[in-house]
């Protein structure tokens, strides 16, 4: 059962908190299995629970090229599509160094191998993080 902070946080009662964090685990386990499937590499799935208020989940990937990393951005937006989350936004499709799909819940970063270890998101969102103030 979702805490009365989770409910503050996503504005919504309890059982309905609930149900949006097990849909956006879902959604996560699915993604996952969706990059498994394009190939993807080094696939790490960070829980942004209590961290911050962007998002449920992000996940991290990384394609072995430029084409890789579009091919699989592609097929995620089509997946997502396809299952009713077509509304998901995409940044960085024109050079596919570092393609950013942010479904609302669950934001996906997918990197060439050099740009991902540059920017090093996973040790950023891995690590402790104070939780951010309830809104007043």
């Not at 090229?65 to 077509?86: C, S, Y």
């Not at 997918?110 to 540059?118: D, H, N, Q, S, W």
Request: charged share 30%; glycine share 8%.
């Amino acid at each position: 059962m979702p805490s009365a902070l989770e409910a503050a946080r996503t504005g919504k009662p309890p059982a309905e908190a609930l149900h949006d964090s097990n849909s956006s685990a879902l959604l996560a386990k699915q993604i996952v299995h969706w990059l498994d499937e394009a190939k993807a590499e080094e696939i790490v799935t960070i829980d942004l629970a209590g961290k911050t208020s962007i998002g449920d989940f992000m996940i991290i990937a990384s394609g072995r090229t430029d084409r890789h990393v579009g091919a699989i951005a592609d097929k995620i937006q089509q997946k997502l599509k396809d299952g009713g989350h077509g509304r998901a936004r995409v940044e960085g499709g024109d050079t596919c160094d570092w393609v950013l799909i942010d479904t609302g819940d669950i934001i996906v970063h997918l990197f060439r191998p050099e740009v991902r270890e540059f920017y090093n998101l996973e040790r950023m969102w891995s690590t402790e993080r104070p939780t951010e103030p309830a809104p007043h």
